[in-house]
């Protein structure tokens, strides 16, 4: 049995050249400063969502499954796009969508009068 992986996994220099500056951290930590993003917020580069589950099989509503999420950011030094994190989460199983056949519905007022009025 391999060693169980801890997450989250955190990355805090380049893998590339070291540098520790971030252009996508450094833009949206400007703007929180100027009060144009709310404290806190983090907004990366890229994300990937890696759904760890056999998509041949049917899916079984309400069974769940781990779920990666990767978080990219840039180097602002040398332009290498890199993980910064990754964190594993679990996803749930949800039946797709029903399409409704006929498409549109038209809006108030257009629909044919069978009031017999
Ligand atoms: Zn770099």
């Given at each position: 049995m391999e060693e169980e992986i801890k997450y989250p996994i955190r990355f805090d220099q380049c893998p590339s050249c070291g540098s520790v500056i971030r252009v996508m951290e450094r833009e949206v930590n400007r703007a929180i400063i100027l009060g144009n993003l709310p404290p806190k917020i983090a907004i990366p580069a890229l994300i990937t969502e890696s759904h760890?589950?056999?998509?041949?099989q049917p899916l079984v509503s309400a069974k769940k499954f781990p779920v990666l999420v990767c978080f990219y950011d840039v180097c602002a030094n040398c332009g290498t796009l890199y993980c910064r994190e990754v964190i594993k989460r679990e996803g749930l199983a949800q039946p797709k969508p029903k399409i409704l056949r006929g498409g549109l519905i038209p809006p108030r007022g257009l629909l044919p009068d069978i009031s017999g009025n």
């Open positions: 760890i589950i056999d998509k041949r």
